[in-house]
């Protein structure tokens, strides 16, 4: 897996070289740093759901990019460990992601798993300022892989503000998964010849409301459907309890777990008592197939 994780970084190197970055993208407020997102996004006056879009220039790079095998295994992996340890929002993802590609056929996911959208942090040295990613679910989660050639025991540790309290040392190919909306993060620095990059997946939480209205914005359902904004607005504790459930305990995920080894010895003893079975032997159910 860490050479893997090598030829990711290089592959994002390369990248970083041939993308035209506007000054925005350069020098904004996580941090000074070259930055582009990509997939399914929401927001910012949009009407409706869609794709991020950028120039021809840009978007050929981005092709190229998500295309590479090591960057597809990191996405893929990045999708699977969220579902490790939080089972029940990644089938909320799963769902959501689901339902807008049902809605939508113009929208185009770019990996296979749970989450709508990346970002490519592109460095060459990505150091975050303190903030939170308020535009995603307010209870959901972004998984990041950390990349680059610095001493993680020394610098790039990532930091959990508020209650969490927690520096945490974040090496070059290693993934955390945190409820980045709520939990205030940053970054500690590295030195000066150091270089670190990072490649974030998310879905916006202005996706899940959209299709939480009827698949319309909240102006658009108030004039069409007044009764539905209503019962949302009056069931809003009762929602916020419902988010909050999402996160799994220990004993939870030990359950989730369990019952899905149950599940696929079920399907390889299935597969071995019908030798004329198609199902290949070493599939299981994968909420990534969507």
Not at 150 to 162: D, E, Q
Not at 233 to 242: D, F, K, Y
Request: aromatic letters at 8%; charged letters at 20%.
């Amino acid at each position: 897996m860490l050479k893997t994780m090598d030829t990711a970084y290089e592959t994002l190197k390369v990248a970083s070289s041939q993308l035209q970055l506007t000054p925005k993208q350069i020098n904004h407020r996580r941090g000074e740093f070259r930055v582009i997102s990509a997939g399914i996004s929401y927001g910012g006056g949009q009407k409706q759901p869609g794709n991020l879009v950028h120039s021809t220039w840009n978007t050929n790079v981005l092709r190229a990019l998500v295309q590479h095998p090591s960057i597809k295994a990191i996405a893929k992996f990045q999708s699977h460990a969220f579902e490790s340890w939080m089972p029940k929002l990644h089938a909320t993802y799963s769902t959501l992601k689901k339902e807008l590609l049902g809605w939508c056929s113009g929208l185009r996911s770019l990996f296979p798993g749970v989450f709508c959208a990346t970002t490519f942090n592109m460095g060459p040295r990505t150091v975050c300022h303190k903030h939170v990613d308020y535009l995603n679910l307010w209870n959901g989660a972004c998984a990041i892989t950390a990349f680059g050639r610095f001493n993680f025991r020394k610098g790039g540790h990532i930091v959990l503000h508020g209650d969490a309290k927690l520096i945490i040392e974040f090496p070059h190919g290693r993934t955390v998964i945190i409820p980045s909306a709520t939990v205030p993060h940053s970054n500690t620095g590295i030195a000066p010849h150091e270089a670190r990059m990072s490649l974030t997946q998310y879905t916006a939480g202005g996706l899940f409301r959209f299709v939480a209205y009827g698949f319309r914005n909240k102006e658009t359902c108030e004039q069409e459907d007044p009764e539905l904004l209503e019962k949302l607005e009056n069931t809003l504790e009762a929602r916020v309890a419902e988010g909050i459930s999402m996160f799994s305990s220990l004993a939870e995920l030990k359950k989730y777990w369990k019952q899905k080894l149950a599940e696929t010895k079920r399907k390889l003893a299935a597969t071995t008592e019908d030798p004329d079975s198609t199902e290949d032997p070493d599939s299981t159910e994968d909420s990534d197939s969507d």
